[in-house]
């Protein structure tokens, strides 16, 4: 008997403990999203769009490239190096299709001050030019870029350890308002750091706790020193970039390439620089000897890390916010699915690997993803194509930039920033939708700009969480009924034997942040289980225990829902009389659960919605103009559900 027990306990063993191929898989196409769509790439149809996407791209990647490399005081070649190896590594480990991983305005800014504080410019005159180190640089550039290399490894490092913690379920604390909020507040500091480069005047680095405003303070003392020649060529440089970028925009549908602007801009103006000599004649700032190359692998300064700390977490957080937000933002878009911890994972790795290579910090910047999507890109092959021009340039085309003025760089950073920068706009859909939300994003900007971007997401987080916790105890729920779910089968007049469903669901809860995922994961669980099943009246008892709209914990809609049985037609009420309140968050998730039961061939109606959630879903997307979506009580939503198809009559009623 004994022995028969060890037997049995000994295959239990080996069978908990034996991998098996097909779990190792499933495992690699988990970690390794480029195995799930690369063996599924239709050259015939993605090609020729990824190819001139990418083109597109890597034109955006080599000036923006060098544009943050200065922004990150480093030498501008090393923004080169930032737009070619986090790109491969995003590409093979990232699961948003459309996001373009590179240099960053943000992540260069936070990396800078660690740059100025541990390498000052005050140092360069102690240190040699010579021509046997690494790519010819001084050994004060070299400095430069170990610190900053520095920063990208530790950050990455922290985004790898987030990713093992499993922090990426946590991400539902990062609402919408405190992100738009964070981002505009980081964009207009990275602005204020390029007035120096338009006005053409020299400003020491200025940083630290209401730096923002010292900035200034200093400009306007020394306004006798500006440059009317960088001036000038500045604001020419913007108003050629807007208007061109904006008919670009406009006209996209009847051009079959777009413009780059960019490239023709840096073309010019180095041209122009160069004829007329003005870094001479006008005083003009130049980028200077552009090295040819990739010199060889070294791993970052690990002396300086302790020092880092600071900007190493805010590189990891401010930089994977940004590029989460991108993410998700093309998954919705484009009908699939991004796994939040994944992007720590990719992103913490695109920083760690080419930290050895001489890269700044780098994430998802909104510009290049925005560009993706206007030439139509299908997957990451656009990035990888793009990385392969970028690689052209840096061994043969780079040495020709070296007379472009720096001022004409900085225009190209600022331009780059509208996207973040007319988030100012949301104020207003904020302001209407959720007050709460309004003064979020405010204080999270001013927080923002005062101190700096992961001081100011951390007090938005903070703020978001303190109001909600303050708001749950107050809210009225109407759990006295206690009705989950509830179905009515109904025939037509015209088809006898065609059973239309009408399903009368109840949310208990006020819907916010915490619940918005929740509530959408419950609510498709139903429809899916209603189109896979074809179950009596009898039966409908079977599934109520499924109905979790009334939690508060958050959930991931992973499953893929099935679609909807052709003979078969759908009606959903939903009881909002249990929601108290909401915020920006919970009304998107409401309106966007609309959408995909409308896709699925479900009609929603609403019940019992007050006036201010009718406001606010006007302002989020408002779900249906041409019919009344919106009713005072389930009655009235079940009458129009009868006149508007006909139906004859109810085979059996549920108490509402």
């Not at 790109?87 to 373009?100: E, L, Q, S, T």
């Amino acid at each position: 008997m004994t022995g028969a027990k060890r037997k049995k306990k000994g295959m239990l063993w080996s069978k908990m403990h034996t991998p098996h191929c097909e779990d190792f898989k499933q495992w690699c196409r988990r970690r390794l999203p480029i195995l799930e769509w690369a063996p599924h790439y239709n050259l015939k149809e993605n090609l020729l769009p990824d190819t001139m996407s990418g083109i597109m791209l890597a034109v955006q990647q080599v000036t923006q490239g060098l544009a943050f490399a200065s922004l990150s005081s480093v030498h501008p070649v090393f923004g080169l190096y930032g737009s070619l190896f986090p790109a491969i590594i995003y590409a093979i480990f990232g699961m948003g299709r459309h996001v373009a991983t590179g240099t960053f305005a943000l992540t260069s800014l936070i990396s800078a001050n660690a740059v100025e504080r541990l390498v000052p410019l005050s140092s360069q005159n102690l240190s040699t030019q010579s021509n046997t180190s690494t790519l010819g640089l001084s050994d004060f550039e070299l400095q430069r870029i170990g610190v900053a290399a520095a920063v990208s490894f530790l950050g990455g490092v922290i985004q790898v350890a987030m990713f093992a913690l499993q922090l990426g379920r946590a991400t539902f604390l990062l609402t919408e308002p405190v992100i738009s909020a964070m981002t505009t507040g980081a964009a207009t500091h990275v602005v204020t750091s390029q007035v120096k480069y338009l006005l053409g005047m020299k400003m020491p680095y200025i940083s630290g706790p209401l730096g923002f405003f010292y900035i200034y303070t200093y400009v306007f003392e020394n306004i006798k020193f500006v440059r009317l020649e960088a001036l000038l060529l500045s604001l020419l440089s913007i108003v050629v970039l807007v208007l061109v970028k904006e008919l670009n925009e406009q006209f996209k549908s009847k051009i079959k390439v777009v413009l780059p602007v960019d490239l023709v801009l840096i073309i010019a103006a180095s041209f122009a620089c160069y004829c007329t000599n003005m870094e001479i004649t006008y005083g003009l700032e130049v980028v200077g000897h552009i090295p040819e190359g990739i010199p060889p692998p070294r791993a970052p300064p690990m002396n300086v890390l302790s020092a880092v700390i600071t900007e190493a977490f805010g590189v990891a957080l401010v930089g994977y916010v940004a590029s989460l937000a991108l993410a998700q933002g093309s998954a919705k878009k484009y009908k699939y699915s991004v796994d939040d911890n994944q992007e720590f994972l990719a992103h913490g790795l695109s920083n760690v690997i080419p930290s050895f290579f001489f890269c700044i910090p780098s994430a998802a910047a909104m510009g290049r993803t925005a560009g993706l999507y206007s030439t139509g890109a299908k997957t990451q092959v656009a990035c990888l194509i793009s990385c392969i021009l970028v690689l052209i340039v840096i061994y043969s085309v780079g040495p020709l930039l070296y007379w472009l003025p720096m001022c004409v760089l900085a225009s190209i950073i600022v331009v780059g920033l509208k996207g973040m920068l007319i988030q100012f706009r949301d104020l207003k859909k904020y302001w209407n939708v959720d007050k709460i939300d309004w003064g979020i994003w405010v204080t999270t900007y001013v927080f923002t700009i005062c101190f700096a971007a992961n001081v100011g997401l951390l007090f938005g987080v903070v703020c978001t969480l303190a109001i909600v916790i303050g708001r749950f105890p107050r809210a009225k729920t109407l759990s006295i009924k206690n009705m989950k779910e509830m179905e009515l089968k109904v025939k037509t007049e015209t088809d006898g034997e065609t059973l239309r469903q009408v399903k009368i669901i109840s949310i208990n809860n006020p819907l916010v942040f915490l619940n918005a995922k929740k509530f959408h994961t419950d609510l498709m669980n139903i429809i899916q289980k209603e189109n896979v099943s074809n179950q009596l009246l009898d039966d409908i008892s079977k599934c109520e225990q499924n109905t979790l709209l009334n939690s508060l914990s958050n959930g991931n809609c992973n499953d893929d829902v099935s679609q909807p049985c052709l003979n078969e037609k759908s009606f959903l009420i939903l009881d909002c009389s249990g929601v108290t309140f909401f915020d920006y968050s919970g009304v998107s998730m409401l309106v966007e659960a609309y959408n995909d039961c409308k896709s699925r061939s479900v009609d929603v109606s609403l019940a019992h919605c007050t006036a201010s959630l009718i406001k606010a879903m006007k302002y989020c997307g408002n779900p249906d103009s041409e019919k009344p979506v919106s009713f005072d009580s389930v009655s009235a939503a079940l009458s129009n559900i009868y006149s508007s198809k006909n139906l004859s009559k109810l085979s059996d009623h549920g108490e509402v």
